[in-house]
């Protein structure tokens, strides 16, 4: 090979040279992310101190604390004083004297209240230690009700045990400790969402422990609580928390409500996704 021949292929193989490494270039993979693209910083979730067994959160409100139903008023006389027991700390069903429900409007919420049937109840099925929250009142004897009844040693229709979503959703369990001891429901209520003309938009939903057991997992409610037909819905908005009286001597204490906030209304436009330094 002469001289001018390998100059000239030498010549060829560096003009090709910056292509090889320009389409290798292209082929490199991209950089890795950085973690620091999917922090967010703001806003900040409310400093909320935690309760106890016998304290309520710093941001609840507090419904029952032991002293008086100056939160309660009866729905036979609407806007009067609620006429249940209180005594130790406790109140108890006055039977005769009609549901009680909360002076405020609650939409979505969590709540937790404590009851107990007396270790004395006699009766059997749905006769031993009945009542019922009922999330949202709609009328002296409306709502959405999650039955209270003693379930220890006491059978009864599986959709109208305690902690059931009265003829419509059997609990996952049967979490009930026996008469005379203290019981615990924790809920969380999704209130339904109406269109102008009443038309419904989404259901209500409801999650319950009872005694920090599940036994209601979000479940999706065909309308209000009935006895007897099949449950509808029907317009309304804001509603109070009632207590029933089904005749039986049931007692409570403890409770209290956190009302939630959606996602929506705790974003602030405008508002970093993280600080400018850390």
Known sequence: MTGSMMIARTAVAWIGFPAMV???AQHQ???????KDTEVWAPEPARVAPGSPAAAPSDAIVLFGGQDLREWVSTASPGQPASWTVKDGVFTVRAGSGNIQTRRLFTDYQIHLEWRV?????????????????LASTGIDSGYEIQILDCADNRTYANGQAASIYKQ????????AAAGEWQTYDVLWTAPRF????????????????????VQHHVALQGESVYAGKPSYRQHGAAPIK?????????????WVRPIATAASLTRPGQAARPTSP
């Open 22 to 24: 320009s389409a290798t």
């Open 169 to 176: 959703h059997i609990p996952l369990a049967n979490a009930c």
């Open 29 to 35: 993979a991209p950089p890795p992310p950085d973690p």
């Open 118 to 134: 007396p270790a004395s109840a006699t009766g059997s099925g749905q006769g031993k230690g009945n009542s019922g929250l009922f």
């Open 195 to 214: 269109a102008s003309d009443g038309a419904l938009l989404s259901p209500a939903y409801v999650t319950a422990l009872h005694n920090g057991v599940l």
């Open 243 to 255: 207590l029933q009286d089904h005749g039986d001597p049931v007692s409570f204490r403890n409770i």
